[in-house]
């Protein structure tokens, strides 16, 4: 399993992002893809969940009406859109391919990127 995160970088307080996962070595088909993050000292979050078909998503009450998860399974890509972004959104933000969608399952099963990282100057 291979998860390749790209998009991250520094943002103005208010602005977007657009964080890109490009997943291989599995049926991509086949795994909930989800995002993860986490800030200095603190333990890693979960964010941001789609299941296999594209139909379910779910999202921390921290993003949620702010941030869109999506899938395009043609281009075996998870995608993560980041809109009003403020500096509490500073992290490393980890894609993750799991059996699963509940955050819990995810954190325990899944494969995960290595990071990138998002930074918001307020």
């Known amino acids: 399993v291979r998860l390749v995160e790209s998009g991250g970088g520094l943002v103005q307080a208010g602005g977007s992002l657009n964080l890109s996962c490009v997943a291989s070595g599995f049926r991509f088909t086949s795994r909930a893809m989800g995002w993860f993050r986490q800030a200095p000292g603190t333990e890693r979050e979960f964010v941001a969940a789609?299941?296999?078909?594209?139909?379910?998503?779910y999202y921390s009450d921290a993003v949620k009406g702010r941030f869109s998860i999506s899938r395009d399974d043609a281009k075996n890509t998870a995608t993560l859109q980041m809109n009003r972004l403020n500096a509490d959104d500073t992290a490393v933000y980890y894609c993750?391919?799991?059996?699963?969608?509940?955050?819990?399952?995810?954190?325990?099963?899944?494969?995960w990127g290595q990071g990138i990282l998002v930074t918001v100057s307020s």
């Open positions: 993750n391919a799991a059996d699963a969608t509940t955050a819990p399952d995810m954190l325990e099963r899944g494969s």
């Open positions: 789609i299941n296999w078909s594209g139909t379910r998503t």
